[in-house]
């Protein structure tokens, strides 16, 4: 990567990366931070990315750096009222992730996801990516996507039946 093209074309993705970064509600702060970091790794592995989707590249791993950050972060507290048990049991997995008042408890079960599940539902749900965006951004088809979020409804469903009856 010697080329002012190049550096111009890395510039312009990564801009787009920090827009991006910024829409899922990012601090400007940990947004830099993130696309900073995304720019480091992009140097330091250029020559073994395969991939001809430089874009997707960059987003995956300034998602996975701010998954790895908020992880390592962020600690998970259960405060649980009886009555709040009933009324989230009743409700489909949707119906819950929509619901920031229960988000302590959304935040346990989808810990205890795979982490490709947790991204999907997070993405979908919370942040409101259709799916062909989805797809874009894990360089996957709609249709794998649709499956994928279908499992992870379905899983979502299991683990807080399991967790909250």
């Given at each position: 990567?010697n080329?002012?093209?190049?550096l111009?074309?890395?510039?312009?993705?990564?801009?787009?990366?920090?827009r991006?970064?910024?829409?899922?509600k990012?601090?400007?702060?940990?947004a830099?931070?993130i696309?900073?970091?995304?720019?480091?790794?992009?140097?330091?592995?250029?020559?073994?990315?395969?991939?001809?989707?430089?874009r997707?590249?960059?987003?995956?791993?300034?998602?996975?750096f701010?998954?790895?950050?908020?992880?390592?972060?962020?600690?998970i507290?259960?405060?649980?009222?009886?009555?709040?048990?009933?009324?989230l049991?009743?409700?489909?997995?949707?119906?819950?992730?929509?619901?920031?008042e229960?988000?302590s408890?959304?935040?346990?079960?989808?810990s205890?996801?795979?982490?490709?599940?947790?991204?999907?539902?997070?993405?979908?749900y919370?942040?409101e990516?259709?799916?062909?965006?989805?797809?874009?951004?894990?360089?996957?088809?709609?249709?794998?996507?649709?499956t994928?979020?279908?499992?992870?409804?379905?899983?979502f469903?299991?683990?807080?039946?399991?967790v909250y009856?």
């Open positions: 990567m080329n002012s093209d190049d111009r074309s890395l510039n312009s993705e990564l801009n787009i990366v920090y991006y970064l910024r829409k899922l990012i601090t400007h702060e940990d830099e931070d696309v900073q970091e995304t720019a480091y790794k992009f140097l330091q592995y250029y020559d073994s990315i395969r991939t001809k989707k430089i997707s590249w960059l987003i995956r791993v300034a998602l996975n701010h998954y790895d950050q908020t992880r390592k972060n962020s600690r507290k259960l405060d649980l009222r009886e009555d709040q048990v009933k009324t049991s009743k409700d489909l997995p949707e119906e819950i992730l929509l619901s920031h229960h988000w408890e959304i935040e346990y079960i989808l205890k996801l795979k982490p490709t599940y947790r991204e999907l539902l997070l993405l979908k919370i942040w990516f259709k799916y062909d965006e989805i797809a874009e951004i894990l360089d996957l088809k709609a249709n794998n996507i649709k994928s979020l279908f499992r992870a409804r379905k899983e469903a299991k683990l807080y039946k399991e009856r």
